[in-house]
């Protein structure tokens, strides 16, 4: 992809989850693929060591998603 803007699409915590140390996020990509607008997520797991979040697992692409 090029041209690559990407947004936090959702956030997996809530307000009695807040001092978790393990979350997941969905980002999600939007770009041009082979010149045509392409639409895309990613799931990611973060894990907090200390005062950092550490990316520990890319999970497997669910799919484009529509716009």
């Not at 550490?54 to 716009?67: A, N």
């Amino acid at each position: 992809m090029t041209d690559v803007t990407m947004s936090i699409d959702e956030i997996d915590i809530d307000f009695f989850r807040k001092f978790t140390d393990d979350v997941t996020v969905i980002v999600k990509m939007e770009g041009l693929r082979g010149g045509r607008d392409w639409v895309d997520d990613r799931t990611i797991r973060l894990v907090k060591r200390g005062k950092s979040w550490i990316i520990v697992e890319i999970l497997p692409e669910k799919g484009r998603i529509e716009q």
